[in-house]
Every structure is written in structure tokens, then in C-alpha cells.
């Protein structure tokens, strides 16, 4: 079925208001819930802390007064979304579990985006990503069983693999060699904005997530765990947040986030499992419908275009939470040894690259491999999950 949401009218924004007993959501139940509902939660939880980080960095560079406050109401109601999605975690998971499923949606949420893009370049940026990702999801994995002596299947349930991806100390590199060419706005499929931002927020949420979690900690190898990967993540945001087109106009990039929010909650609801959840995404749908509307009205009134100048005219295909062991796999037997110069991909290690390399290690083990080594230790083994058999690299099979 096709859906514009261009066409659909939601939730009067004056009617969006919730009380505490509607904000008070039920969370799902770890142990029994499926999985992709949590990465769909956490997506969703970083769509709307990214609609709202951009809608005060909008007001803090709009002049107009009525505009602020008109700013200020559709962002408040963002904002009890954002309490209502990410508060359907449940508190007794811990920091690592929850880690751990971040990583899950890391690894099949850029995957699914690596296959369905139609740029190649843009296709390339998700490769690259995905494959460190993938790496984080191993190493937390390790560590969890070092900590919690739980082993991560229980979280991710045979839905993803967890071995090595390129391995974490890799994924140092000079800022420089971070940045990538941004897609041109009047050129570019409709669909590869709405990816772009849709990795680029996830992304930024797991960055914050770990900067607020990590010292939370006792373990030291946690605790310096967190801190590596965190900057990794802050590369990975530099990376994802370059693609997009910086000469969109500040009404045009809150049109396109309030129309991807539109696609997502969309999507969503076509596949979610669990009624309680399915029932807050169409709910949540609802809304933004009215928002998109609005932003459309202020987009007309400062640029003097019409939106269906900047957005597709239908929803794509449902963005789909689903296994990719074998793209995943593909990628590891021909990316791994990949990394970047300027705004490209590069296989030698090139002299910037090393100098980094150099300068954050000083001569020592990060954190992403003294775990692993501390793992070996305890249990004499790595921790992995390998349900389509070996991994494809000779190189990176358990000795």
C-alpha cells in the first residue's frame, strides 16, 4: 500500500498534550519480547532526540519570535515522545545488555540501509560502518560475559552474528579522514536523505548513550571499554552527518526530519509484533503527521517552495528490522581491510592513518583488545555466535 504523507491529516497539534498516566508506558518484557522491537525502540529513541536537538539548534539561529514559539510547541510534544519511546526500556536491563542491543541495531539497521541504497558512494559510506559496528557488538559481547556471566544470545536470539568485524583498534583514524562528500540535495534519490539522517541520529544516540553510561561503571576495563568505542562513535557521527547535503536550508532540513520521522514511525507500525508498541507508533504516527504539516507551512513561508519539491511523493519500501547474516558476511570477506583517506576508501595504511595509530596507543593494547585478552583468560575461549558456520576471513577464525 502506498502512503503520502503529504496527503494524510494526524492529531491536531493542540491535541498531542498527554498527562502523566498516558506518559506512564508499560516496558517490555526482555526476557520475552522479540528483539527487533527493542532496536526499533532505540532507533526511534534517537530519531526523536535528533528532531529535538535540531529543532533548538533551529530556534537558537531563528530571529522571529512566533516562529521560536511555534518551535517550542511542536518540540515539546517531541519531547514527551521521547519519554514515552525510550521509557518502554526496561529497567531491569543492565547498561551492558541495553549496550548490546544498541549494537544490534547498529549492525542491522545500517546493513538493511547498505542494501537498499541506491547511491554507490552513499552505499559505501554504510559498508564501511557496519562492518565496525559489527566489531563493537563482538567486544561488548565479550565483555557482558566477563562482567555478567551472560552470554549475549539471550539478547540478540541467533538474529545476528557475533564474531569479529574489522577489529576496533582499526577504527582510529584522523579526524580529516572522517569526513565525507555530502549527496547533492537536487539530485539525489529522496530515499538517500531519509537514510542518511536515519544512521546518521542512531548513531548520534549511541555516541551520547555511551558518554553518559560508560563512567557509570566499576570495572576498569569497562569503564575504558566505553571510552574507546565512544570515540569511535564521535568518528562514526562525523562520517554519517557529512553525506548530508550542508546547502539545505534550515526549513528544508526540518521538513525532511519530520517527514523520515513520518517514514520510520510508518514503517514500524507495518511490522511490529507487539501490540502495546505497535499501538504507541501508530499513535506516534498520528502526530507527526500534524508536524510534518506544520513544517511544510514554515518551509513554503521562508523559502517560497513547495515540499513536494524536496520530498518523494509516496513513502519508500518499509525501512525492515530482519537477519542480513549473509550480506553481513559478503562484506567481511571483501571489506575488512578497508580504510579511509580524504573522502575515500583506501586498502594500504597510509601515513596519516599510522600516525594516529601511533599517537592513541603509545605503544600499547587498546581497551577493545585487552578485553578479548581478559576474556581468553577467564574462560580460556572467545565468546561468539556463529550460526552459518565459520567466519569468512581465514584470519579472524577462533584458534
Not at 128 to 140: A, K, M, Q
Not at 200 to 217: D, I, K, L, R, V
Not at 245 to 264: A, I, K, R, S
Not at 347 to 359: C, I, L, S, V
Request: net charge negative; with cysteine.
Amino acid at each position: 500500500m502506498t502512503f503520502n504523507p503529504l496527503e494524510q491529516r494526524g492529531i491536531p497539534l493542540d491535541r498531542q498534550l498527554r498527562n502523566w498516566r498516558e506518559l506512564n508506558v508499560q516496558p517490555i518484557d526482555p526476557d520475552r519480547c522479540d528483539p527487533y522491537t527493542r532496536c526499533r525502540i532505540i532507533t526511534m529513541n534517537g530519531i526523536e532526540v535528533e528532531a529535538i536537538l535540531f529543532s533548538h539548534h533551529l530556534a537558537r539561529n531563528t530571529v522571529d519570535p512566533e516562529v521560536k514559539r511555534q518551535l517550542a510547541q511542536t518540540r515539546y510534544i517531541e519531547a514527551q515522545q521521547q519519554k514515552v519511546v525510550n521509557w518502554l526500556l526496561p529497567g531491569v536491563s543492565s547498561v551492558l545488555e541495553t549496550t548490546i542491543a544498541y549494537e544490534q541495531v547498529a549492525v542491522d539497521l545500517t546493513a538493511w540501509v547498505a542494501r537498499m541504497e541506491p547511491d554507490p558512494y552513499l552505499k559505501q559510506a554504510y559498508q564501511f560502518g557496519v562492518l565496525e559496528d559489527f566489531d563493537h557488538l563482538y567486544r561488548y559481547a565479550n565483555l557482558y560475559e566477563m562482567i555478567e556471566h551472560r552470554k549475549a544470545e539471550s539478547i540478540v536470539d541467533n538474529l545476528t552474528e557475533v564474531m569479529p568485524g574489522r577489529p576496533t583498534k582499526y577504527h582510529h583514524r584522523n579526524p580529516a579522514d572522517n569526513v565525507r562528500d555530502p549527496y547533492a540535495k537536487d539530485q539525489t534519490d529522496p530515499l538517500s536523505k531519509l537514510h542518511a539522517l536515519t544512521i546518521m541520529s542512531a548513531e548520534q544516540q549511541t555516541m551520547n548513550f555511551y558518554m553518559n553510561t560508560g563512567p557509570t561503571y566499576m570495572e576498569p576495563i569497562a569503564r575504558q571499554l566505553y571510552q574507546e568505542i565512544g570515540l569511535i562513535e564521535e568518528e562514526h557521527v562525523t562520517h554519517y552527518e557529512s553525506l548530508v547535503d550542508p546547502g539545505e536550508t534550515w526549513w528544508e532540513q526540518l521538513v525532511n526530519h519530520e517527514y523520515n520521522e513520518c517514514y520510520l514511525y510508518y514503517s514500524f507500525m507495518e511490522q511490529e509484533s507487539d501490540p502495546k508498541v505497535k499501538a504507541i507508533w501508530e499513535l506516534h504516527l498520528n502526530m507527526e503527521l500534524e508536524h510534518l504539516h506544520t513544517a511544510c507551512d514554515l518551509m513554503r513561508r521562508f523559502d517560497g517552495r513547495e515540499p513536494q519539491e524536496v520530498l518523494a511523493p509516496e513513502l519508500p519500501n518499509v525501512l525492515t528490522f530482519e537477519p542480513n547474516k549473509q550480506y553481513l558476511r559478503e562484506l567481511l570477506d571483501t571489506q575488512m581491510d578497508l580504510t579511509t583517506l580524504g573522502a575515500g576508501y583506501v586498502r594500504e595504511a597510509h601515513e596519516r592513518f599510522e600516525k594516529m595509530q601511533e599517537q592513541i596507543h603509545g605503544g600499547e593494547e587498546p581497551p577493545s583488545e585487552r578485553v578479548m585478552a581478559e576474556h581468553q583468560d577467564m574462560f580460556g575461549r572467545e565468546y561468539r555466535v556463529q550460526s552459518e558456520g565459520e567466519h569468512p576471513d581465514p584470519a579472524m577464525r577462533e584458534k
